[in-house]
Nanobody
Framework: QVQLVESGGGLVQAGGSLRLSCAAS????????MGWFSQAPGKEREFVSAISWSGGSTYYADSMKGRFAISRDNAKNTVYLQMNSLKPEDTAVYYCAGGTSSSWPVVKYDYWGQGTQVTVSS
């Protein structure tokens, strides 16, 4: 079955960096667009970033532009989220997701990981 497993979360001070990874199995990874979402305590899940199946196109939520960078390695079936200049308000559980897109950057996400906690202290 399809599995998406996130890793790389943790506790970091404001201004610091983290690199999240999401390893995929059970699917033809290079056929899927991948995305990252965040969910802060008491809030709804929010879109963070997405990357096309080839890696040639990326898309970011406005609040993440210039601070976060999404990338993928199709040979390793892995998508990454480099998070720089972290702020306390970035504290959330971060989820990766895989889906298909017929009209980029709109992606229909079919698969979700379990999430990894990111905590940014002030």
């Amino acid at each position: 079955q399809v599995q998406l497993v996130e890793s790389g979360g943790g506790l970091v001070q404001a201004g610091g960096s983290l690199r999240l990874s999401c390893a995929a199995s059970g699917l033809t990874f290079s056929n899927y667009a991948m995305g990252w979402f965040s969910q802060a305590p008491g809030k709804e899940r929010e879109f963070v970033s997405a990357i096309s199946w080839s890696g040639g196109s990326t898309y970011y939520a406005d609040s993440m532009k210039g601070r976060f960078a999404i990338s993928r390695d199709n040979a390793k079936n892995t998508v990454y989220l480099q998070m720089n200049s972290l702020k306390p308000e970035d504290t959330a559980v971060y989820y990766c997701a895989g889906g298909t897109s017929s009209s980029w950057p709109v992606v229909k996400y079919d698969y979700w990981g379990q999430g990894t906690q990111v905590t940014v202290s002030s």
